[in-house]
């Protein structure tokens, strides 16, 4: 029997104790957890209870030197701390306390306490000074589950693609010559169209199964592929094709379709110009129809008039041109023009000139390049005509009669290709995130003595908190972007709008997070993340620019504010001040409710940890940014200042307020989706991957709303030790969750990370 | 005469007061201004000062008809903005005057108000509704004046160097093969040793002139051309040379210093391994000393015992290999031994393995390589024997006993390599910022109408918001790493401790701050900022790994503020504990003035413009960050956790220090340099852009100024308004301000910077 001072029925606790007082780790709700069971323990006397009870009162915490006592009573046992324990605290309490006593009874009111704590090993396997079973991932949830539970009802789909991918074709590898490169590119397209996923999207009656929605979840997985594959694809398919398939009419499907998704007709999308980037609707290139010889003259008025870093350029037969469409002398606005661009020999027809766009910081395996059109004629029945259309009597005709709805209209049936790449880039995010974890779980760096085994990189905090944020976020969006495609795909709900204004916010925020996240795992990686072979620098490469293509992040923002201002009622266009300002006329009032100052302070776990608090941030910033940008503009309008004087001077105020509401979009998405999930371990799981995204996301904006008084400085502190101890929490998962977006090993080349 | 309902002598005051009201511009003090100005106005009826004076209300503004009304008087006078004028909106009032009343008296009391409110037609130009004379940039400043001023004492020799750089060996060129590339770079390095400029650090007497300071600055300019190039040169002259320079003695520097500062002789540098990237004293390579041969045996124990990442490995005939010191039988620590690695015919020595690390995300024109050592012996001669020693007789000896010490000291005498790191990645951030500011500069995107000519880029105020503070703090990390260097080469000081904490923390918030400025470039040029003619892409791939080398940055964090909690007193490791636990067993005080409410609610321009304001809060800040980091870790030691442990615990709270002192030290660094220029424009302008980057680094940690209650709501937000107000007042002249960095024409080869 060895020396101690306490009871056998309180020797158990003690271990408990000392992690509830030597690390701050529980708050005050957690406490009352432990004082529950204590009263409820039966084994123990008044005398006892009372002994413990005293030790729960935070206002008079037990003394130092208590708590060495406890500690060395630990030490002293020699026991260990077996993290695979299914109870780890409780087992090792409990086999201290025998070490004292020589019992092996085993008091059930600790597991009790164990499992509504929430505690883990990683939250105190360093206090105890005790030798530690480490365990470097834990197997509580399983990859495969939430692998299925993502892929969802495309799991059949993309099992098929991902064992497609195992081609040697696929084989990653470094390729410096673009010309080698785009060649082997190709040659991945047509290895994907001859077994059918270029014609997804597209219609049965054209080899398609019309499933738009696993075409953008191919996406994810081309990524892991490789950028260039992505983009070209996404361009050859999404874009040449889809314009044919949305913008154009039955004989064009019949003539075009079925021969674009099996890649025999290799086409591209030339929509911008060197002279207008983001400015689609003034484009220069024009369509002029000629009613005598019945065609349209495609042409390039002036020098830096010319199509800009069109995808597919030096391999396309033919292009779908954005043009300003001219018939009878009369600009009817930009329409699409299928124009050749070479011959079966592969000859540039007359008047086309191509260039290649030259190297870039990524995607060198697209081959981008500039073209020229110098008048250059096709036949009428050229024109992509479902929205506008030249009649056989050389008039024109469309259902749309506002040119500017009808620009929007036909903008707006290219939206799923947002969504495509704020997919991709998020396959570019959980590609970077599986390297920089895997790696982190096997690399070993410093510690206070060289005898010891150095710590794993993953272990620290600094590195838990600059990647399990990142972690959670993928999760959230990818539940969102899944949801974004279904809504796209409704045909029960015709009206775009409101998605387009939902995209265009969600683009941004998503692939910027996936810039931010591949920056982190690099740096994360260290040297190692610097070098080719570990795929993090070619990611970081080819996603920068996901940032700027198919609409430029910062002028997407400022798109879904004004869509949100005009609360997508009214018409939307790349100005939109008209429906914005006819809405401002109309009385505004600020519905927000006063933020109660116990509410601004409340810092209790629950709270902090309720979907409820994140919803109601979420939601009183984007009405508040809203009501503040409307009486701004409101009031500059009054004073006589052109409207599109007053936008561009809250334009800061826009992006925030397109932000926020993006923000807020993809967490109640994200909410939604897992209140319908099967109550289970899985389902807490994604709830506490929800909590760390939402409380992450609300750190980001802690000025904004410690500036509103919406929250205080108090409980901005505890937002912030929230954030950490679930990034603690989640520590011992993070193998399994990177390992559940099912990333092929054969994709997952990197040294580092096998 | 045309109708109006005011006097000839109001007239000219309309303008004025329309700016006032219409964009709420001016704060309270700032209309104070005007008051003063009317009230000295002679020219002024009684009855005309109380209708302006009713006119300058803040509690009962104009109503809006009579802006209104203002604006058409304005707009109907059929007057030109014209922004080049020297007193432009003086100018515009009395043109407007006369066109109603045909009187051609100046106002004097005009000018005086618009030399005192500090506004720019760019506050304005889109008020009025009239014709703008538009000005690209301003010439108040001058570029050639700020070169010289940034250039200081080296401006010789930087001129002669951008000279130099003129050679058609330094055109810019797209390089993709790594084998071509580094002959290229190897050429430009043994270019710049023939001129003098390897051995520029080195003694006269090894054909230097001892001018480290001079040396540091090329680092900049060198980016200008190419970044492999910058860590080429850096690793040959500063790395391999400086180890024989600082850890050898007269013998090494007789035989190698004078040939590797010519280039003749080729070295690298090998310290860090692939098992041991940051941990530098825990490097497991070895160096045995063997009395009976009377060589040191280097040998690399186990497969990732390797050197890692070694640049200049593939041309280097020698390299400087740290490796544990082993002198009969007992491990002396970290030591550095010349060892050859190739034969004249440039063929490995036996027991050599050296292997290209490959391709990486940039810096391809360096030669990175690992290197294994198979019991290689080499002469005891060639131990650099500065701060430790094999004497004759076989038996060690160092004036330094301590082994950490005598480590700290050998790698402090390494510090300056980060001063170069630190000014390359602001060289980077600067040619990134030149090129995005001289494209926005030219071009024009979008407007309300494709009739009206499109803005300039760089006219949208989030244009103007992502850019304008990124040029104001490349000032101040100009002056400061200036200043570092001179500290650092001031032999008066030989205790390189305070140096070393300083630039620790500074060389993380540098190249950090390069690469979120070369990657907001990238973005807001959009896709041109994507193509490698365009420079930018190479300038993101070569710094990203700044933040990685020479030290990462998180570790170097770390230590900056385990360097500040010890007050500099204690001697500095890489763990530091027992110097830190010895300063927090003493007491400590929380000095903190209590901040009072008035001064955390104070709006006014004067006070948030004054550097004593951002000083304080800077000072707060970091002590704030001090005396919580050290109750935290004093409550935990006195718990009985171990201090390694404690260290881990609060290890965001150490990198939040570590930032926190780097900013300070910036900004009080950069204060200093300015309160000593001569009083003049070129000062004023100095002290602006140092209010920008004050404000804007308050700005960017608000919420922990507002979590303590530094600042309130008001002052945050007000702080964001004079952010945004500054860069709107800046916007003349960022194309002199970047034009000031002196980048030569011949670098700046990117098309869309031409």
Redesign the interface.
């Known amino acids: 029997m060895k020396k101690h001072d306490y009871s056998l029925r309180i020797l158990p606790y003690i271990p408990f104790f000392y992690v509830i ?3 701050d780790l529980l708050s005050a709700s957690e406490t009352n957890v432990v004082r529950k069971a204590i009263e409820n323990d039966d084994t123990l006397t008044k005398e006892d209870v009372k002994l413990l009870s005293g030790w729960l009162q935070r206002d008079n915490p037990p003394a ?1 030197s208590e ?2 006592g406890w ?2 009573l630990v030490h002293n046992s020699e026991v260990k701390l077996i993290e695979s324990d299914t109870y780890p605290l409780s087992s090792l309490s409990q086999r201290m306390a025998s070490y004292y006593q020589s019992d092996d009874t085993f008091n059930e009111q600790l597991k009790q306490i164990e499992i509504n704590l929430g505690i883990q090993p990683n939250h105190y396997n ?2 105890f ?1 005790v030798e530690v079973e480490h365990e470097t991932t834990s197997d509580h949830y399983n990859a495969k589950e939430l692998d299925l539970i993502l892929k969802g009802k495309h799991a059949a789909l993309i099992d098929r693609f991902r064992t497609d991918l195992d081609d040697p074709l696929f084989t990653w590898d ?1 390729h ?3 010309e080698a490169f785009r060649e082997i590119v190709l040659k991945q397209v047509r290895f994907l169209a001859e077994r059918g996923y270029g014609a997804l999207a597209y219609p049965e009656a054209y080899g398609g199964t019309a499933d738009m929605e696993g075409y953008a979840y191919m996406f994810e997985n081309m990524m892991y592929v490789d950028g260039s594959l992505t983009i070209k694809f996404g361009v050859q398919f999404g874009l040449f094709g889809g314009s044919i398939q949305k913008l154009g009419t039955e004989k064009h499907h019949d003539t075009y379709l079925k021969e674009t998704g099996e890649a025999n007709l290799l086409g591209c999308f030339a929509m ?1 110009e060197t002279g ?4 689609v ?2 484009v220069k290139t024009t369509a002029t129809y000629d009613a005598e010889s019945d065609q349209i003259i495609i042409h390039t008025p002036g020098a830096n008039d010319n199509k ?2 069109i995808g597919n350029a030096l391999h396309s037969k033919m292009a779908s041109v954005f043009a300003q469409l001219i018939v009878d002398g009369k600009n009817q606005g930009v329409h699409a023009i299928l124009v050749p661009l070479r011959n079966e020999q592969h000859e540039l027809m007359p008047g086309v000139k191509i260039e290649d ?6 995607l060198n395996g697209v081959d981008n390049g500039k073209i020229w059109f110098n008048q250059v004629a096709v036949p009428r029945a050229n024109l992509l005509n479902k929205y506008g259309d030249i009649r056989d009597d050389g008039s024109y005709h469309s259902a749309i009669k506002n040119p500017n709805k009808r620009f929007f209209t036909m903008l707006g049936t290219l939206v799923g290709g947002r969504i495509c790449v704020a997919r991709a880039g998020l396959g570019g995010a959980k590609m970077a995130l599986a390297v920089a974890i895997k790696h982190a779980l096997k690399r070993r ?4 003595s ?1 005898k010891i085994q ?1 710590d794993l990189l993953m272990d ?3 590195h838990q ?1 600059r990647l399990t944020p990142l972690v959670a976020n993928a999760y959230v969006y990818h539940v969102t972007l899944d949801k974004m495609m279904e809504d796209y795909c409704d045909e029960s709900q015709p009206d775009k709008r409101v998605i387009e204004t939902q995209v265009a916010g969600l683009k941004s925020i998503i692939t910027w997070y996936a ?1 931010d996240t591949i ?1 982190e795992c ?2 994360a990686c ?2 190692k ?5 570990n795929r ?2 070619d990611l ?2 080819d996603v ?2 996901f ?3 198919e609409g ?3 002028v997407l923002l400022l798109l879904a504010a004004k869509g949100v201002l005009s609360d997508f009622k009214a018409e939307f266009n ?2 939109g ?1 008209s429906a914005v300002l006819k809405l401002l006329g109309s009385q505004l009032s600020d519905k927000l409710a006063t933020i109660n100052p116990l509410y601004a302070n409340k810092v209790d776990s629950e709270h902090l940890y309720n979907q409820k608090f994140h919803k109601h941030a979420f939601d009183y910033r984007t009405r508040r940014l809203t009501y503040t940008l409307a009486m701004r503009i409101r009031s ?1 309008i ?8 007053a936008f ?2 809250v ?2 105020h826009l ?1 925030a307020l397109g932000k926020a509401y993006a923000a807020e979009l993809a967490y109640t998405t994200y909410c939604d989706y897992v209140e319908a999930m099967p109550d289970g371990k899985n389902k807490t799981l994604f709830e506490k991957l929800g909590a760390l995204h939402a409380l992450y996301e609300i ?1 980001k904006d ?2 904004w709303f ?4 919406y929250i205080g ?1 108090t409980k ?2 505890a937002i912030r030790q929230r954030v ?1 101890r679930l990034c603690t929490e989640l520590r011992p998962h993070l193998g399994v969750l990177v390992d559940g977006w099912g990333i092929p090993d054969h994709c997952l080349s990197a040294p580092i990370a096998n």
Chains 1, 2 share one sequence.
């Open positions: 007082w030597s690390d130092d708590l060495k500690k060395h360093h206090l000074d470094i410096r010559n673009k911008t207008h980037g983001s400015n609707r003034g800009e870093y766009n030259g190297y870039k910081l990524g760096q410093f510690n206070d060289i150095e620290y905090p600094t908190l810039n920056q690099r740096e260290g040297g993340g610097y070098l080719i072979e993090i620098a970081k490469g920068d620019i940032t700027t293509f430029d992040n910062t790349s100005a001040f500059y009054k004073k006589g200042m052109p409207s599109y004087q561009m001077k334009q800061t992006i750190r802690a000025e410690l500036e509103q008084g400085g901005s502190k950490e």
